[in-house]
């Protein structure tokens, strides 16, 4: 919206500014931060009118998240809206990566609103099917990616790029869209495991945000992207703006779901999150990279994946609970310090996956 008054520039010389991706950047940051900080206490309390009772909480998880019953769910709405009112305000709506990225955001949200409220009605932990859940899921994915693959360049749209090395692309042809499909949603319900307790998942996602948005912005410059020798996506940069607006929502829904969390995400952010991040990593070509800078979520997805496969082989846990952050409270740790060392990890696993872009 804002960068159409691009088009005064003539007239004006100060509207040039509206030309900058890194000015509209901080714009979204600050406008995302500031609708959720305003507009947060009136969802807050709507949400607890509506839910009563709040999220349910499991009987079988650790005993002290039991003081956590009543807490609203669904402040996933909180980020969803901060993030649309900043993206349509400060990106170029022209750009048609924006649109696919706000739309698997949106869809993803939606998704997940669905199974949070089934959850407050029914007052249980589980949501709708797994499996109708998982198949909508896979279907915008896939959507998604093959429009992906048609705005990319042709050397580049089915192109699996690999990191630290320039001149490596393996063509996947027709199955890169089971590959932007497997990042995608897989990404979107890594988040979902991850977001467990107070403030768990959104830090690292606000780190992923940003380190993504500098991607974003590097790979979308033609005169960057030669520089470090990374893969020019013409267009992408305008990503950083959707990012940039991840990063403001994230830090004002931080103010809210610090502990004790006054809400908690819910499906309605989490799904939403990690498809968003997930969406950019496949249009940017840095579909490795997020494995790496999203390596927490990773390690506590397969921390699932290792515990149902061993229960079912063997009939032995190999964690005392998944995923993988209930196993450390089990183990006596504070559930703050978890989050702290676990957002610890994150940005280790950030600055490795910026050394990416520059070591090849």
């Given at each position: 919206?804002?960068?159409?008054l691009v088009?005064f ?5 100060a509207l040039n500014?509206?030309r900058?991706i890194t ?6 940051i ?11 206490p009136?969802?807050i309390d709507l ?5 009563g009772?709040g ?8 005993q002290?998240h ?11 709405l909180m980020?969803?809206?901060?993030v ?8 170029n ?6 649109w696919?990225?706000?739309?698997v ?7 997940g ?7 407050v009605?029914?007052?249980t932990?589980?949501?709708?099917s ?8 896979l ?6 990616t093959f ?5 990319s360049t042709p050397?580049l749209s089915?192109?699996?790029?690999v990191p630290?090395?320039?001149n ?16 995608i949603a897989?990404a ?17 996602v606000?780190i ?15 005169n960057?992207a030669?520089?470090l020798?990374?893969?020019?996506v013409?267009g992408t940069g305008?990503l950083?703006?959707i ?11 931080l103010?809210?779901n ?8 819910g ?10 991040l ?13 494995a790496?800078v ?6 506590e997805?397969?921390s699932?994946?290792?515990?149902v ?25 504070q559930?703050?310090?978890v989050v702290?060392r676990?957002w610890i990890i994150?940005?280790v696993?950030?600055l ?5 872009l520059?070591?090849r």
């Open positions: 919206m804002l960068y159409e088009n520039s003539d007239q004006i010389n500014v509206f900058y000015f509209r950047t901080g714009g979204a600050m406008t995302a931060l500031l609708f959720v900080f305003l507009f947060g009136i969802i949400l607890r009118i509506k839910q009772h999220q349910p909480i499991r009987d079988d998880g650790p002290t039991l003081a956590k019953r009543g807490t609203p769910t669904m402040g996933g980020i969803l809206s901060g649309t009112v900043a993206t349509l305000m400060w990106a709506l022209s750009n048609p990566y924006v696919v990225v706000l739309g955001t949106l869809a993803y949200g939606a998704i609103f669905c199974d949070d409220f089934m959850k009605t029914k007052r932990v589980a949501g709708f797994g499996r109708l859940r998982f198949g909508i899921e279907a915008i994915a896939g959507v998604a429009i992906l693959m048609r705005l050397d089915a192109a699996l790029t630290f090395f320039k490596i692309i393996v063509d996947l042809g027709p199955f890169f869209v089971l590959l932007g499909v497997a990042v897989g979107g319900n890594a988040v979902n495991l991850t977001d467990g307790l107070d403030g768990l998942a959104i830090v690292p606000m992923a945000a940003a380190t993504f948005g500098l991607i974003a912005y590097l790979s979308g410059n033609t960057f030669r520089y020798q990374i893969h020019y013409p305008e950083a703006i990012c940039g607006a991840l990063i403001g929502a994230g830090l004002g829904f103010w809210f610090a502990p004790p969390a006054m809400i908690f995400m499906d309605t952010g989490s799904l939403a999150l990690g498809g968003a997930g969406a950019i990593a496949v249009a940017t070509k840095h579909e490795f990279v997020l790496i999203g390596g927490l979520f990773v390690v997805t397969l699932v994946i290792i515990q496969a061993s229960f079912k082989l063997t009939g032995k846990r190999v964690f005392r609970m998944a995923p993988l952050h209930h196993h450390f409270e089990q183990k006596g740790w559930e703050s310090t702290v676990f994150s940005v696993l950030a490795i996956g910026l050394a990416t520059k070591l």
